[in-house]
């Protein structure tokens, strides 16, 4: 039940852009993307609930193809700020399960 | 308007021993999910408090317990602790379900390390 997360690191220089992907076995509701920082507690970015509603507050964008229980996390023009681990989470019944992360580094 | 808050931040228990982790929800949250996250992975679901109840739970076993207390803070049990139980504890504090479109807000974690 954990989505699978691609790729699993990326290193970018600033200002390059990045996609991150999620897919699940499951048919998708919803997908969240979260963001981590080395030592800190995730910090939300993103839902994506199906029929197309999003809810986020962070200039990032994302989509979400029920499909083929897909989402992608798309950083544009990338800052230092953006480093840290990003991760989806799916649901199930009650719990929101998480995939391995995807690690960002942005480099000078 | 308050974040999460968790309490200890780090903790350092031998094998065998209890350990209770506490966390105070977000203003507004009446629901509280409890994670476990080991180094290098996403976290992972243990369970989830509403209304004082348990309301879901993930592939944990029974020694992981929890409390939702009335003003929604919420505390992590851990029996007969074992060295695989070192890993950082996220509690999550939310709006009542909605079939998964309610958005988590992570306290900053208790760091749990079994010797």
């Known amino acids: 039940q954990q989505p699978v997360q691609s790729p699993q690191a990326v290193i970018l220089r600033e200002g390059e852009d990045a996609v991150i992907n999620c897919s699940s076995s499951?048919?998708?509701?919803?997908v969240h993307w979260y963001r981590q920082k080395h030592g800190e507690a995730p910090v939300f970015l993103m839902i994506?609930?199906?029929?197309?509603e999003q809810k986020g507050h962070e200039k990032i964008s994302a989509s979400f193809n029920e499909k083929k229980q897909q989402s992608s996390l798309y950083l544009t023009a990338s800052q230092l700020s953006y480093s840290g681990t990003y991760f989806c989470?799916?649901?199930?019944?009650?719990?929101?399960?998480f995939g391995k992360g995807t690690s960002l580094l942005v480099t000078p | 308007e308050t974040g999460v808050t968790q309490s200890p931040t780090h903790l350092i228990k031998t094998r065998g021993q209890q350990v209770t982790l506490r966390c105070s929800s977000q203003?507004?949250?009446?629901?509280v999910s409890w994670y476990q996250q080991a180094l290098g992975q996403g976290p992972q679901f243990i369970f989830q408090?509403?209304?004082?109840?348990?309301?879901g739970r993930g592939n944990f076993p029974p020694r992981f317990s929890g409390l939702q207390f009335p003003n929604y803070s919420s505390e992590l049990n851990v029996n007969a602790l074992e060295l695989d139980d070192s890993a950082l504890y996220l509690c999550?504090?939310?709006?009542?379900?909605?079939?998964?479109?309610?958005?988590?807000?992570f306290g900053p974690g208790t760091r749990l390390l079994v010797l």
């Open positions: 989470g799916t649901v199930s019944g009650y719990a929101l399960n």
């Open positions: 408090y509403y209304r004082e109840e348990e309301n």
């Open positions: 999550a504090s939310s709006p009542p379900w909605s079939g998964g479109a309610e958005t988590q807000y």
């Open positions: 499951k048919a998708l509701y919803s």
């Open positions: 994506l609930l199906k029929g197309g």
């Open positions: 203003s507004g949250h009446n629901t």
